[in-house]
């Protein structure tokens, strides 16, 4: 059963069918009650295995993401994907999710988001503090052999 306050975080997954097995493995595991994805799906036909988890998806558009309507249709099944950058508020926190960092500078100087999450560079961060930041790498580990989540 999910619980609303456990966030898993994924990005660029690059339809790399395998390594999203695994993820969405973890995610129900850790009972996730959301799942952000910061961008880089790819295709439509991964929602086959995001349509798994347990807990609800809400995502951004990559730069890679070119069959937007498909990705929107298929996903609109288990949960939300949005141009970026898109915030929201989840459990009382302000979320900012882009796939880019390009944006990043004017959200680090709001007062009013707790939470920044990107994708793109496909290095894992996590910048503590307010807002905090979070780069969850590259979960299809095309470029650095590491699959992270």
């Not at 790399?16 to 994805?37: E, K, P």
Request: charged share 25%; glycine share 10%; hydrophobic share 35%.
């Amino acid at each position: 059963m999910p619980r609303e306050n456990i966030v898993g975080i994924v990005s660029d997954t690059h339809d790399n069918r395998q390594c999203i097995v695994h993820a969405v493995s973890l995610f129900n595991r850790m009972a996730c009650g959301l799942v952000i994805h910061a961008g880089d799906f790819v295709a439509p036909f991964t929602v086959r295995e995001f349509e798994k988890l347990e807990g609800r998806l809400i995502g951004v558009y990559g730069n890679n993401d070119g069959e937007r309507r498909g990705l929107a249709k298929q996903f609109s099944r288990i949960g939300e994907i949005h141009e970026p950058p898109h915030e929201f508020v989840y459990m009382e926190k302000r979320f900012a999710v882009m796939h880019e960092p390009n944006n990043i500078c004017g959200y680090l100087e709001r007062d009013d988001i707790d939470v920044i999450i990107y994708g793109h560079t496909h290095d894992a961060e996590i910048r503590p503090g307010r807002p905090m930041v979070i780069n969850p790498g590259e979960c299809c580990s095309w470029l650095t052999g590491r699959s992270t989540a």
